[in-house]
């Protein structure tokens, strides 16, 4: 009824704790933001023989802000469950993908709100388009436009797996990019780093990862071959002068890796094995925000996906007070370190929570369940509203 969806909107966290420097210091910037495909922040100067697997990814690290403690939210709709949450500040569903189970729900996304901004918004997107329901969803979420597989050459050569490979993808989407309306919000979602990691071998410029273990040996090779497309997409927008006009964010989707290849990965990370608190630190992702004229610096904030809408909005000098929304500003000195997985799990600066046990940061030994106390309710709460205002389609009732 109206009455519980007031209710709920009434509860939910409305933040709108910024940080007074960095607030507004790009109105009226382009917004370019990239989504990596299965990239963790693992990956980050991780050596292999002494050869970097993400050395673009690495000089990102020093010449932007890098969030080192940063979480991906998703469930069962993997990419389009990031794509939800960067969009909506809401938590995608503990079941199924909100992308196919919700397309028509009323929302209130970063394109409609950067459009009554006299934002343009477009996705890119190498895959036919109605995957994951994208097509109709992008639609709902204001969109002005969906460049989806149609729009590219796409070849014998410069496909593998589930469609054209990342360099061309960004070489291709540059001409339609250019000639966008400015200001924009544009959204690139890279693929060639996906399960199974498939890559040409003249294209393969790390060996895999020695272990006895595919997926995990050949991960290393995706991960580098996106890497490098991400460098020349960078440098074209450079070219372009793009770069100096636009926020650029650069984050990862979801693990690649699943909990299945614990033995492999615990040689990775040269640990006799993996415990509960390793496998939430290794679903964090790397975030990466590139603001012109700033430089940057390593943040060990604590977040996650669902707080980059409150921040990417902030930054262009748009308030959120009217928006119902669960993130929080990541460059706020308020902003809440409480990080909710969609299994339940959180994250606080502190304590990481899992399978009922909570661990204390940074070695993950198992304390008091007490020291975890506080924040398993609100945790809960928090994913809990989220749920009903998608089951509800309760956002119909603010307009
Ligand atoms: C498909 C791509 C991969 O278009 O986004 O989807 P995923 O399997 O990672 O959700
Ligand atoms: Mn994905």
Partial sequence: SNLDAEEILQKTKKDTTHDPELYGIAKGKNLIVVSLES?????????????EVTPFLNELADSSYYFNNFYHQTGQGKTSDSEFLVDN????????????????????????????????????????????NRDVVYKTMGYNHFFSEEYYKVTDENTINYGLKDIPFFEQS????????????????????HHPY????????????????????????TVRYADEALRNFFNDLKKSGLYKNSVVVVYGDHYGISERHQDAMAQVLGKPNLTAYNQVELQQVPLFIHVPGKRGKQLDTVGGQVDLKPTLLHLLGIDTKNDVHFGSDLFSE????????RNGSFVTDKFIYTNETCYVK????????RKCEPYIEKAKEELDQSDRIIYGDLLRFLK
């Fill in 39 to 51: 990239t963790q922040n693992f990956v980050l100067n991780y050596k292999i023989n002494e050869k």
């Fill in 89 to 132: 500040s809401l938590y995608p569903l503990p079941r199924g993908a909100v992308f196919q189970t919700h397309p028509l729900n009323e929302y209130n996304a970063m394109p409609e709100i950067l459009k009554a901004n006299g934002y343009y918004s477009a996705v890119f997107h190498g895959n036919n388009k109605s995957f994951w």
């Fill in 174 to 193: 540059m001409p339609y990019l250019k000639d966008l309306p400015q200001p924009f919000y544009a959204r690139f979602i890279t693929l060639t780093n």
């Fill in 198 to 221: 498939l890559i040409h071998e003249d294209e393969q410029w790390i060996e895999p990862y020695p272990v006895d273990d595919g997926t995990v040996s050949r991960y290393f090779t």
């Fill in 334 to 341: 308020d902003h809440h370190e409480l990080t909710v997985l």
């Fill in 362 to 369: 940074p070695f993950g030994a198992p304390v008091d369940i």
